[in-house]
C-alpha cells in the first residue's frame, strides 16, 4: 500500500500535493495526517505554503531538494529465500564506501566486485550510511531523508540488486545508519514535530528527542527506519553511529528498543540479523544480554585496540594515542578487550570505562584502520603510508587471529595507498565553484585504485591477507573467543610479542635485528611467514627475522 502520510502533531494545516493539486489532509488524534486514498509516483507535503519531501520518503529520484516518489516493495524479483543469514561470531566483515569502492561509484560497482571479495575470504561486507545526503558525493553521515537510498547510488533498486548480489554469492550486508543526528542541510523534521530536544546538547546541536514530549513518535520513526531495511532491502545487520551520543533516561533505553524489534523483524523472516554498536564508553552493557541488565546488541565496535595497534606500529602519540603505550596496551586490549576498563584515561583526564568479564570476546569488533581513523586524518593516509610494507603483514595476522570479530577497510588487502579523504558535496547553489572542483578532486583521490592491487608489493600483501583467511577458516581454534582463551607475552625492550590461542601462536619481531624468542609449548609447525623470509624453529626457540611475523600451530596443515 502505498498512502503518504505524516506525523505533524502541532500543525494546523498539511496538504499533499500531487501533480501541481494539493489534496487537504485530515489530522487524526494520534498527530498524523493521513490521505483518504492510496497515492502512487511522485509527491510532496506542503506545510505552511511551502513544499517539502516526506520525511519517510523511500525514494528521491531528484535528491533532497526534489520530491519524494513512492515505491513498491513487493515488486522486485529477490532471488535469495534460500538465505537466511549466519552468526556474527563467524563473520570477517569488509567495510566499503559505496561512492569510492569502484570508479562508478554505485551500487552496481560493487556488485562488479564483489567476486574479489568472496576469493579474499570475507563473508560480510559492510556498507558506509546510504541514506539520502545533499549532492552525489559524501560519506553519508550527514544524510537528512533517513528511509531512502542515495540517488546517486542507484536508489532503492540498485541497493536490493546489490543485496541480492552479495547473498547469491554468500555475503551478507550490514549498513551503518546514523540515528544520533541529522545533516544540516536539506533537514526540515523539526518542521514536522519535536524530533529534537533542547535538553541535551551534541556536537551536531540539540539533541535527537528519545525521552522528552512527543518522543513515542520520534522513536517510532528510527526503531521503523531500523526494521525497514531489515524487512524491505533484506539487510543482515546494521551498524549504529555515535551510541554515545544518544541521551535517554527512559526505563527502556532506546538501544534496546530499537534492537528487539530488529531481532524480532529477523525471526519474523526466518534471518540471523545483527544490531552493532560504535561507542567510545568501553560500556559492556551495550552488548550484555536484556536479562542481565543490558540493551541486547549483538557487538560493538573496539576502538581500543585499534589504538594500541596504531601507536605500537606508527609510533605516534598525539591526541588520544597519547593515553595508549603500544606493546602492554596491545597485549591487555587482546587479553581484556579494552585498555581502559575502569583505569584512568590521560587523554580524557578521568577513569573511563569497566571491564568486560566474562563476555565472549566476539561481542566486540577488531579493526586496524577504518573509515574514521583514515579519513579525520588532515591527509587521509593508511596505514600503508605510515609503516614499513613488512608490518602490514604483521598487522593484518594480529587482527585476522585475533579473538574479536575482524573487520577490514576497503583496500586494506592489498595495501592501498589511495587516500581516504573526508568528502562532502552540497547543492547549495551560493556555494564558491573552487570549493566545489576541490571536493570533486579529494573525491576522485579517494577512489580505490584496483590495478595496484596486482603490482609487488601489493600482490604479495593481497596472496597473505587470503592466506590467513584460508587458515582463519580452516582452523575453528583461531576463533575461539573465551575470556581465557588468549594469553600474550611480549618484551617492550627486545621489541617482540606472542599471541597465543587455541593451540596457535602469532610471533612478531619488530626489532631491527634477528632474535630468538621462546618457542611456545604448542608451536610444532611453521604455517606462516610474512615477508617470506626463512624461519627457524628449533628446540630452543624461534629465530625470527627483523620485522616478521610467524603463524606457528600444532599440526602441518600450511596457511
Not at 541514506?131 to 558525493?137: L, M, S, T, V, Y
Not at 530488529?262 to 540471523?272: A, F, I, M, S, T
Not at 592466506?467 to 621489541?495: I, K, M, S
Request: charged share 25%; aromatic share 10%; net charge negative.
Amino acid at each position: 500500500m502505498n498512502r503518504p502520510a505524516v506525523w505533524a502533531p502541532a500543525l494546523e494545516r498539511v496538504c499533499l500535493e500531487v501533480d501541481g493539486e494539493e489534496i487537504p489532509l485530515e489530522r487524526g488524534s494520534d498527530g498524523w495526517w493521513r490521505p483518504a486514498q492510496n497515492h502512487h509516483g511522485s509527491y510532496w507535503f506542503v506545510v505552511d505554503g511551502e513544499r517539502l519531501p516526506d520525511p519517510r520518503s523511500p525514494w528521491q529520484p531528484d535528491g533532497i531538494r526534489g520530491s519524494s516518489h513512492t515505491v513498491d516493495h513487493s515488486a522486485f524479483a529477490w532471488t535469495d529465500q534460500s538465505w537466511h543469514g549466519f552468526p556474527l561470531a563467524s563473520a570477517v566483515l569488509y567495510e566499503l564506501h559505496v561512492g569510492t569502492f569502484s570508479p562508478e561509484g554505485t551500487f552496481d560497482g560493487v556488485i562488479s566486485r564483489l567476486d574479489h571479495l568472496v576469493d579474499l575470504g570475507v563473508n560480510a561486507i559492510e556498507l558506509l550510511p546510504v541514506a539520502e545526503f545533499p549532492g552525489r558525493r559524501g560519506w553519508g553521515y550527514d544524510g537528512v531523508l533517513l528511509y531512502a537510498p542515495h540517488h546517486g547510488y542507484g536508489g532503492p533498486e540498485g541497493l536490493k540488486r546489490l543485496v541480492d548480489a552479495a547473498h547469491a554469492r554468500g555475503l551478507a550486508v550490514v549498513l551503518d545508519v546514523v540515528y544520533n543526528h541529522l545533516g544540516p542541510s536539506g533537514n526540515h523534521l523539526a518542521r514536522f514535530g519535536p524530533y529534537f530536544t533542547d535538553r541535551y546538547r551534541t556536537p551536531w546541536g540539540d539533541a535527537v528527542n528519545l525521552d522528552d514530549r512527543g518522543s513515542d513518535e520520534v522513536r517510532r520513526y528510527f526503531c521503523d527506519n531500523a526494521v525497514g531495511w531489515i524487512r524491505d532491502y533484506h539487510l543482515d545487520g546494521l551498524r549504529l553511529d555515535a551510541v554515545h551520543a544518544f541521551a535517554d533516561r527512559s526505563a527502556i533505553h532506546f538501544l534496546e528498543q530499537l534492537a528487539g524489534e530488529v531481532h524480532n523483524q529477523g525471526d519474523r523472516l526466518g534471518r540471523q540479523v545483527w544490531v552493532i554498536a560504535e561507542s567510545d564508553l568501553n560500556d559492556p552493557r551495550l552488548v550484555r544480554p536484556v536479562e542481565a541488565g543490558g540493551y541486547g546488541l549483538d557487538a560493538s565496535w573496539s576502538d581500543d585496540f585499534h589504538h594500541a595497534l596504531h601507536v605500537l606500529f606508527t609510533g605516534e602519540r598525539d591526541g588520544y594515542y597519547a593515553a595508549y603505550e603500544g606493546m602492554a596496551d596491545l597485549a591487555r586490549a587482546l587479553e581484556r578487550v579494552y585498555v581502559h576498563d575502569g583505569r584512568y584515561d590521560g587523554s580524557r583526564g578521568r577513569t573511563h570505562g569497566r571491564p568486560v568479564g566474562n563476555l565472549r570476546r566476539n561481542r566486540f569488533l577488531g579493526y586496524s584502520q577504518n573509515h574514521d581513523q583514515i579519513g579525520n586524518r588532515a591527509r587521509g593516509e593508511r596505514l600503508s603510508q605510515l609503516v614499513e610494507p613488512e608490518a602490514l603483514g604483521a598487522i593484518a595476522a594480529l587482527v585476522l587471529t585475533a579473538p574479536f570479530v575482524p573487520m577490514l577497510f576497503q583496500g586494506e588487502e592489498w595495501g592501498s595507498t589511495s587516500p581516504f579523504l573526508y568528502v562532502t558535496d552540497h547543492d547549495d547553489p551560493e556555494l564558491a565553484e573552487a570549493v566545489r572542483q576541490g571536493r570533486r578532486a579529494e573525491f576522485a583521490a579517494s577512489v580505490l585504485d584496483w590495478d595496484s592491487r596486482l603490482q609487488p608489493p601489493h600482490s604479495e600483501l593481497l596472496s597473505w591477507y587470503r592466506r590467513l583467511l584460508r587458515l582463519r577458516g580452516e582452523h575453528p581454534e583461531l576463533t575461539a573467543a573465551g575470556p581465557d582463551d588468549t594469553r600474550v607475552r611480549f618484551d617492550v625492550q627486545r621489541r617482540w610479542l606472542v599471541v597465543e590461542r587455541g593451540g596457535f601462536a602469532i610471533a612478531v619481531n619488530l626489532a631491527g635485528h634477528a632474535q630468538l624468542i621462546a618457542r611456545p609449548p604448542s608451536a610444532r609447525r611453521i604455517l606462516g611467514t610474512y615477508p617470506d623470509h626463512p624461519v627457524v624453529l628449533g628446540p630452543d626457540g624461534l629465530q625470527l627475522p627483523p620485522g616478521t611475523v610467524a603463524i606457528m600451530g600444532p599440526d602441518d596443515h600450511r596457511a
